[in-house]
Structures are given as C-alpha cells and as structure tokens.
C-alpha cells in the first residue's frame, strides 16, 4: 500500500486482536445495561446482539477510560490496549470474534518507509511478520474496496493457518438492525479482501445499506 511516495513496509507479530467488556462479564450484563464506547463499531454490533442496550460516548486514554469505568455497567476497548500496557482489570471478559469482530488492522502495528528506500525495506524485512502482513494485508484490501474509513460500522479480521487466509468481514447499519456478515478463504490477501468487499456490497446489498448511513 502506497500514498505519496510512502509504503507500508514490515508489520511485527501482531497482538491480540479482539476486544474486551471491562467491569462486567458479557453473560451477565442486566437488562437495559449502560455500556460506554466511542467506536461506533462496537455500539452497532452490540446493538445487533442485545438491542436493549444503551450507550454513552468514551472518550480519553486508556487509563482514563479505565478510571470512568465505575460509572457504567461496562467498557468496551481493545485488548491489545491493555496487553502493552500491562493493565490488568479487576473483571475482563474477552469477546470472541463471533459475538464482536474486531475492527480492520486491530492489534497490529506497521512501520512505513519512503517507497524507494531500499535499504530501509531490507532491513526491516527482517522483523516482518508474514502471517500478520498477509492477514492485514487482506482486511485494508476489503476496507480500500468498500471507499470507506472508521466512520461506519465495518469490521473484518483475517485468520492465517498455513497456506490459507480466512478473512470474515461485517457490513451493518448503525443501529445494527441490518447486519450483513460473511466468510471467504483465499490465498492472496489483496484478491481475497476485494472478493469479501463485492460480497457484502453486491450480493449482500451493503451497498445499499452503506448510501443510507
């Protein structure tokens, strides 16, 4: 991926992708509970699941988000956020993909160079983790094909084993009452990410549900 003369050119092993409910146990949140997140990701999704629900923007640092979590029923963030940290919570519950997949690139870092510099490429060759390349790879492949950003409730998370990618992908509204999901595997990232993308947008009529937002 390349933007005026810049690329994206090694990616470290990636962190933990998912994300966690802080203060409160998924299973066990009451009725008409008060969740707090500034994602409208994880409000949609979360609403697609329990539409009772009610939600309240969070915003801050994570130890600030952390010391707001006694006003409500639960947070929502990233693990990965907490992992490099070293922040531990009294009441984690980490949330599995199936129930709230996590938004594109979640977890990974990449390291950008200028595209001609050779010399940087090589060296930082040495560090590129394969499998989170080829995962990220394909889930900004499927974003770059929808023509949209974080600003709408998309999520995808590709899962390497082996030769193959599997890369499941969620198109919904923001009230999360149209919910369109898939699962496609594939070998090569770029094909796989645009074959998920026309997926959910023309078979799926996401694009439909993407004007109305």
Known sequence: TSLDGL???????????????VGNRWEDLPHEA??????????????????????EDLRGNIETRLKKAEHYDAIVMAKAALDRLGLTPEVVDVLNPSTLLPQVGQGALAIES?????????????????????????????????????DLPIAANAV?????????????????????RTTETGQESLSLGKSVAQTLLDTQGGRELLKKQ
């Not at 008060?34 to 939600?55: E, N, Q, V, Y």
């Not at 050779?118 to 995962?135: C, G, Y």
């Open 7 to 21: 690329e994206l050119i090694a990616f470290p092993e990636r962190a933990d992708p998912r994300d966690v409910l």
């Open 34 to 55: 008060c969740i707090a997140t500034g994602s409208i990701r994880r409000k949609a999704h979360l609403l697609h699941l329990r539409p009772d629900l009610c939600f």
């Open 114 to 150: 200028r595209s001609q510099d050779e010399e940087l490429k090589s060296l930082f060759s040495e560090i590129n983790h394969k499998d989170t390349h080829r995962a990220v790879s394909a889930e900004r492949a499927f974003l770059y094909e929808l023509g949209t950003g974080c």
């Open 160 to 180: 390497v084993s082996e030769d193959e990618i599997s890369l499941t992908a969620v198109v919904s509204s923001m009230d999360g009452k149209s919910f369109l």
